[in-house]
């Protein structure tokens, strides 16, 4: 299949580079955004970070049904004005309006856990039910496991303590034969 492009030229411009790379980004974003158009229903997966500009940044997952089968991808990075609750669901529900998407079709939301996320008032979650009451909201098993191990490491702190007095009586002891024996 020819794509017009010249196998025994190099590409060395840094500008045509970055102009490929558009080009190809349009044609898959475009390609996705069909599949996800095509799925009878769509679960979305975000999660907030600030960059070393300190920008408020959102990240997008993605799973529909291409071909009868569950498909996850990552969707999209986008700013957040804010990372309250009604920023976030605002930010998302203008984005899915901007790609021709109702929000009535997705049914499955996932983040973090965080209260801006899934507070039962202005969370993200909770805004989302709103516009569609059949949404399922999760916490990220990814994001338990993060908890527990931080939760494990906070009581082996203990364990450490515990530990480090059993190894001072032990060196206390094996340094005096006199004390080894009695």
Same mark, same amino acid.
């Given at each position: 299949?020819?794509?017009?492009?010249?196998?025994?030229?190099?590409?060395?411009?840094?500008?045509?580079?970055?102009?490929?790379?558009?080009?190809?980004?349009?044609?898959?974003?475009?390609?996705?955004?069909?599949?996800?158009?095509?799925?009878?229903?769509?679960?979305?997966?975000?999660?907030?970070?600030?960059?070393?500009?300190?920008?408020?940044?959102?990240?997008?997952?993605?799973?529909?049904?291409?071909?009868?089968?569950?498909?996850?991808?990552?969707? #999209? &990075?986008?700013? !957040?004005?804010?990372?309250?609750? @009604?920023?976030?669901?605002?930010?998302?529900?203008?984005?899915?309006?901007? +790609?021709?998407?109702?929000?009535?079709?997705?049914?499955?939301?996932?983040?973090?856990?965080?209260?801006?996320?899934?507070?039962?008032?202005?969370?993200?979650?909770?805004?989302?039910?709103?516009?569609?009451?059949?949404?399922?909201?999760?916490?990220?098993?990814?994001? #338990? &496991?993060?908890? !527990?191990?931080?939760?494990?490491? @906070?009581?082996?702190?203990?364990?450490?303590?515990?530990?480090?007095?059993? +190894?001072?009586?032990?060196?206390?002891?094996?340094?005096?034969?006199?004390?080894?024996?009695?």
């Amino acid at each position: 299949v020819s794509i017009g492009v010249h196998s025994k030229l190099h590409y060395c411009n840094h500008a045509r580079a970055r102009e490929f790379v558009m080009c190809f980004s349009k044609v898959l974003t475009k390609k996705q955004w069909q599949g996800i158009g095509k799925s009878p229903v769509i679960g979305i997966a975000i999660d907030e970070s600030t960059d070393v500009s300190t920008s408020e940044n959102l990240i997008i997952y993605v799973t529909y049904i291409k071909a009868g089968k569950r498909v996850t991808e990552y969707l #999209k &990075l986008l700013h !957040a004005p804010c990372t309250t609750g @009604e920023a976030i669901a605002n930010t998302i529900v203008q984005y899915l309006t901007d +790609n021709d998407v109702e929000i009535r079709k997705v049914v499955c939301f996932c983040s973090d856990g965080a209260s801006n996320m899934t507070g039962w008032k202005s969370g993200v979650a909770a805004l989302l039910k709103k516009l569609n009451p059949f949404l399922l909201s999760y916490h990220c098993i990814a994001h #338990k &496991l993060a908890v !527990a191990c931080a939760d494990a490491a @906070e009581e082996m702190k203990y364990r450490e303590q515990e530990e480090k007095v059993i +190894n001072e009586i032990s060196t206390y002891l094996n340094v005096s034969g006199k004390r080894t024996h009695e």
